[in-house]
């Protein structure tokens, strides 16, 4: 694992967590238990496009290409 880029929350029925890495690599947290998160290593294609387009809008402009890229948005 390398640096992180950036971590991006999104809200809704679930609160699910995604931080990118420099080396491309994507950690999942999964909230549904706060005692216990379901912590996942994600490939680009484990993400639906629902998400990818959701973290892309709250994704901060100065990191939004290099996580474009890793998630190889469109």
């Known amino acids: 694992m390398e640096n992180e880029i950036c971590t991006i929350t999104l809200t809704g029925d679930?609160?699910?967590q995604y931080t990118f890495y420099s080396d491309n690599t994507i950690k999942k947290i999964d909230n549904t238990d706060n005692l216990k998160p379901?912590?996942?290593?994600?490939?680009?294609?484990?993400i639906n496009k629902h998400n990818k387009d959701r973290i892309i809008r709250?994704?901060?402009e100065d990191v939004k290409e290099i996580v474009m890229q890793i998630l190889d948005y469109p």
Do not use: A, D, F, M
């Open 58 to 60: 709250s994704c901060p």
């Open 38 to 46: 379901l912590i996942e290593w994600l490939s680009p294609k484990q």
């Open 14 to 16: 679930q609160s699910e």
